[in-house]
């Protein structure tokens, strides 16, 4: 059967402060710049997620588009978007650096589709010029 | 030689209808939702190929951008263009899904350009915020 | 108190066909072109929708993004997203093009804002190249 | 002498929250919905100026770009950007919607370009699909 | 009649330098920066004409796409596609600034749609930052 | 330690010719068409670097994107930012096509990330429907 991937674009608005705090406020400075700035700052995020599956014979379609926006909205949107992602417990101990919500995004949404289409990749855009993914490869 | 991949966006705005005549109508409506309006809907694709090849050492150039635009207007914008897709051939048994419109594509296109070169993959937009890829891979 | 525009884009998916009943197959193809194919085509239509207003000095806004959320929806997405606009009564004896689809969403909107604030203006892109203003104006 | 508009975007990325400290929590959340959410979150916000004038007749231009770029940096952008916007004194007294930021970049700039070139109106993106306009006008 | 705006957009790629015969090299500078880099720079200019007029009771349209973008292609895309503006005629004595190519276009087609229809607006973006626009009046 | 890629867009504007000396006329037009206008044309260029890197325990961080940043400004940005491409060493004996300027690209920032991250692909978008990625990689 053929492989298709499909990528779905979702976006939610938050807000994050980059800090470690284990780190002085020189030294978070240095790393983070003005993205250290004590009551933080926001970003129109834009989160694609990839799933890479068979294209069935008879619907001619690789996922249920439905279940998958559904399943976005419960796990992902409706807990980030217009919050503080620090505020969050999942980043209670983990800097909610963009590296970061895409790891934190692929937990949530892993087994988000049906056997046998998988997730294959989370893409993240902070800005219309800084993008990220993680397709949950370890080193 | 040194490998570049050259992508290329074309556009065309065509209407179609998601239905299987071997299901019934609530099956279709099941499958399908609002996507099985009996008159159809419409999107504006953006199709984008990507052709590998390596770098001609004397013009620079990884494939020839006047050939390759004329076939995909003959074989592909010709016929899809300002057209229902549920009424070309190709689609009389064959649901005319996104994923399926990028195997169409695929099998149209794939002999476009001409060696060394070679079609990487075809990527349909369906929507700013939906897209489809494939790479002429099976399972 | 300080006059602001606010304006706000939704997203509707839909088929059309720009014919003429009372001209003849060749008129139509004269006038309408490749947009006059029988089974129709489509677009992704992008509906902007300015609105202008004082500030209300307390709330810092000029309307209320929710309510004017839910009556487009009502109003006009359930009506045309994933529809063909021929097949709608408003467009019996009207040709759908995105000229007259200005006029409709203007006379189904045109009270969508309450007082003070009032709708200025209604776009809509058909496709990313084209676009059509109407701000209630006969000549 | 003919009359030329020039507008340039710039981007800022700030967090904010819709509260206004006289209504109760209830008739903040009823006003402002998720926006009043207490920790905030935030946008990329893109800010464009409109500039009006007449061409020089000898250097072809409306404005010195690079002197407006100077002035839009020094009070706007090193002032908001990764920035809590509530936390600016301007904002101390007054939400921080984008309708009042649109006023707040307005008195800011008025006076930003040297005549005969006039501002002519600012305008704010929140999102992808929200903006705001100000021109300088009461009713 | 009901009036419509409606707006189209076309792109072209050509290469200027910003350069006033009469000053001197660091007057020419001062003036224009690293626009002046004598050998030219270029751009990807999307010019986009807005036309004016009512709604044809029959057709449901404002004016013909199709002989407009026959004219816009002869007037305009021929002349300065891929091409260095300054070499063009027109440019012989008129400094090739964003603000006189809108001046220019609106001279090659003031006279480009029929009555009762008319050419409100030429808007040409230099960059995606950047943007002019020009409508015929003087001061 | 989880993988993520990070990319990174910036933006200049230059002009170019596509030529080869060791060609007549005839063959240079008949090899790159309008694009060997004697005089050249331009583009606004974006360049999308994409680096590939374990996911720093404690920053959350894959790259300083403050020190990529000024790498960048200062190997590509203020080399070719407003300048004509043909007029720089590199392409002396070189065609200024887009895939050769991705190579040059690539080697003049290959090593602009430090250990354990590595650059992984350069990305050039030549307008908004063209696009070319190179990774390096030889056949």
Same mark, same amino acid.
């Given at each position: 059967?053929?492989?298709? /991937?499909?990528?779905?674009? &979702?976006?939610?608005?938050?807000? /994050?402060?980059?800090?470690?705090?284990?780190? %002085?406020?020189?030294?978070? &400075? #240095?790393?983070?710049?003005?993205?250290?700035? !004590?009551?933080? /700052?926001?970003?129109?995020? @834009?989160?694609?997620?990839?799933?890479?599956?068979?294209?069935? !014979?008879?619907?001619?379609?690789? #996922?249920?588009? @439905?279940? $998958?926006?559904?399943?976005?909205?419960?796990?992902?949107?409706?807990? *980030?978007? $217009?919050?503080?992602?620090?505020?969050? !417990?999942? *980043?209670?101990?983990?800097? +909610?650096? %963009?590296?970061?919500?895409?790891?934190?995004?692929? =937990?949530?949404?892993?087994?988000? @589709?049906? +056997?046998?289409?998988?997730?294959?990749?989370?893409?993240?855009?902070? %800005?219309?010029?800084?993008?990220?993914?993680?397709?949950? =490869?370890?080193?």
């Amino acid at each position: 059967m053929p492989i298709v /991937h499909f990528s779905r674009r &979702y976006h939610f608005s938050s807000s /994050h402060r980059l800090h470690v705090d284990a780190l %002085t406020e020189e030294q978070n &400075y #240095a790393t983070f710049g003005k993205c250290n700035t !004590p009551r933080g /700052h926001g970003h129109n995020y @834009v989160l694609e997620l990839t799933v890479r599956g068979p294209v069935h !014979p008879e619907t001619g379609m690789v #996922a249920d588009m @439905v279940s $998958l926006k559904q399943a976005v909205q419960e796990r992902v949107l409706t807990r *980030f978007d $217009l919050q503080n992602l620090n505020c969050d !417990p999942v *980043f209670a101990d983990l800097v +909610s650096s %963009t590296e970061n919500l895409c790891r934190v995004a692929w =937990k949530l949404l892993d087994d988000v @589709v049906t +056997s046998p289409a998988v997730l294959e990749q989370v893409r993240i855009e902070e %800005t219309s010029n800084n993008s990220f993914e993680y397709a949950g =490869k370890e080193n």
